[in-house]
């Protein structure tokens, strides 16, 4: 029933011209998932970049990026993916496609996916190269497979 | 000596054309914190809200989104303030105050005490609205007193 009422919520998003508080809703939602993932990436890019040789490795530093990847993996963030916040309702501002809601629960796996590589990156980063590299292609992955199904090329 | 090469580092940004690599360093970071506090505001905001009767008391939600706060103030951030990201430097971009870095580190401070209030918050959330309306005062408090010393009022 909740559910439904979110659906009916969403519909009416649609179809009237929304005042500027529902849009905003919406709206922040979305940017919020948008710093989800830029923070993602600002703890992610600099592991791919040591695992590539292109950042020097710093055991530390490794440790601490990979673990906020597992603080940032822990939280519950169902709240950020309202309906009628995917690219065809929001075209410009999103890239986050129709497939997610009606697929769901499909990218729930994806997700928690994520959750493991992170967890495993965590186990190896601080440990040394060798063990930063063997692992960072899990989440590699992990990114790729759910941007294959549930992300669009552009916004 | 890192701190000192950090420095360095920045005057350069401050005074040479960055190439877009380097403006995009310091631009992203900008944009991952950014992204931090939105995912802050969009847990807080219902919380704030259940406290004021304007959204209606869900003692599930409630416990999810505080507990969701003390996750994001357990990550470790302190590379997305790099030198040269605060207003001065990249003005329309940014309301972080100079004085983050002048003072450092007396915003760190602010930060610890962000932790507690959201600890305690999320000790009491889920246990009833009295508790919730308690405990919510000691988080807008720790959320205003870093924004009253060290971010301005516009970008």
Same mark, same amino acid.
């Given at each position: 029933?909740? #559910?439904?009422?979110?659906? #009916? +919520?969403?519909? @009416?998003?649609?179809?009237?011209a929304p005042t500027a508080l529902?849009?905003?809703e919406i709206g922040d939602a979305?940017?919020?998932?948008?710093?989800?993932?830029?923070?993602? =990436?600002?703890?992610?890019?600099?592991?791919f970049g040591m695992a590539k040789?292109? *950042?020097?490795?710093?055991?530390? =530093?490794?440790?601490?990026?990979?673990?906020? #990847?597992? /603080? #940032? /993996? %822990?939280?519950?963030?169902?709240?950020?993916?309202?309906?009628?916040?995917?690219?065809?309702?929001?075209?410009?501002?999103?890239? %986050?496609?129709?497939? +997610?809601?009606?697929?769901?629960?499909? *990218?729930?796996?994806?997700?928690?996916?994520?959750?493991?590589?992170? @967890?495993?990156?965590?186990?190896?980063?601080?440990?040394?190269?060798?063990?930063?590299?063997?692992? +960072?292609?899990?989440?590699?992955? %992990? &990114?790729? %497979? &759910?941007?294959?199904?549930?992300?669009?090329?552009?916004?």
């Amino acid at each position: 029933m909740k #559910l439904f009422n979110t659906v #009916l +919520i969403a519909a @009416a998003f649609a179809t009237a011209a929304p005042t500027a508080l529902v849009a905003d809703e919406i709206g922040d939602a979305i940017k919020a998932r948008q710093g989800y993932y830029k923070l993602i =990436r600002a703890n992610a890019g600099p592991l791919f970049g040591m695992a590539k040789g292109e *950042v020097e490795y710093d055991a530390e =530093r490794a440790q601490m990026l990979a673990s906020n #990847l597992v /603080t #940032l /993996t %822990a939280m519950k963030n169902g709240e950020l993916w309202p309906q009628g916040s995917d690219k065809a309702s929001r075209p410009g501002e999103t890239r %986050a496609l129709p497939a +997610i809601w009606e697929t769901y629960p499909a *990218v729930a796996e994806k997700g928690k996916a994520l959750v493991s590589a992170s @967890a495993a990156l965590a186990d190896a980063a601080g440990g040394g190269l060798d063990g930063l590299r063997e692992k +960072i292609g899990g989440l590699g992955g %992990a &990114c790729k %497979a &759910c941007h294959d199904d549930f992300r669009a090329k552009d916004f």
